[in-house]
């Protein structure tokens, strides 16, 4: 009964190909966030969903392309993979509540993609 | 921008001893949260200090905020092997929808 499940763990592939990483949370959450870490740990934001609706978008190139079937989802499809896209991808949930939001993030176990 | 970024990157100490690890953001924040990172898994939420608050305790951790210096600092007390990992801040920069992160200080615990 993993809070934040992302699939794959780990997805090695091609350069040029496209591929997807899905993520659930069962947490009753409104809003999901695609997250990716580099090789220095670094953890910067790519996309934020609230109820299915797109709130933040940090300039990330237009090969990615979240999706968001409903509130417990947030998928992340990449078009035409690049060695650079090789690091690790998070999914994460939080709610945001009025007032005093205190907008704790639950993140899944990452995704290692390899681009070869 | 707004990242967070700890100091020192890495740091090495016995069990038992204590660990100070330090944030610094670069401008106003509503709160700020520490979590912890075990190799090859998620980010997991530590504490949470709000804006106008500038010390909190859970257990073995205590994190001061000062706004003035817009720096927090984690002490982990009496640590333990399973301490081990990495330990990151969170900045939300105002925008309760998005967080800055650093790249963490990694902690070494020896037993």
């Known amino acids: 009964d993993t809070a934040v499940s992302q699939t794959p763990k780990y997805l090695v592939t091609q350069m040029g190909n496209d591929k997807s990483i899905k993520c659930e949370q069962n947490?009753?959450?409104?809003?999901m966030y695609w997250y990716k870490q580099d090789s220095k740990k670094f953890l910067k934001i790519m996309f934020s969903?609230?109820?299915?609706?797109?709130?933040i978008n940090e300039t990330v190139p237009n090969r990615f392309s979240p999706k968001s079937p409903d509130k417990a989802h947030l998928n992340l499809h990449i078009n035409s993979l690049e060695l650079g896209d090789s690091v690790v991808y998070f999914c994460a949930s939080s709610q945001l509540k009025g007032g005093l939001t205190k907008n704790i993030q639950y993140f899944g176990a990452g995704t290692r993609l390899s681009v070869l | 921008s707004q990242q967070g970024e700890e100091d020192p990157q890495a740091l090495s100490i016995q069990e038992g001893e204590n660990a100070t690890m330090n944030c610094s953001y670069k401008t106003s924040i509503n709160n700020l949260q520490w979590y912890r990172q075990n190799s090859g898994r998620g980010l997991v939420h530590l504490i949470l200090?709000?804006?106008?608050?500038r010390e909190k305790h859970s257990g073995r951790l205590r994190v001061t905020l000062d706004t003035s210096k817009k720096s927090s600092s984690l002490l982990i007390t009496a640590s333990r092997a399973a301490d081990t990992a990495s330990y990151f801040c969170a900045t939300d920069g105002f925008n309760f929808n998005k967080f800055y992160f650093g790249s963490g200080t990694k902690l070494n615990v020896k037993p």
């Open positions: 947490l009753g959450h409104d809003t």
């Open positions: 200090i709000r804006s106008n608050e």
């Open positions: 969903y609230n109820n299915k609706e797109l709130i």
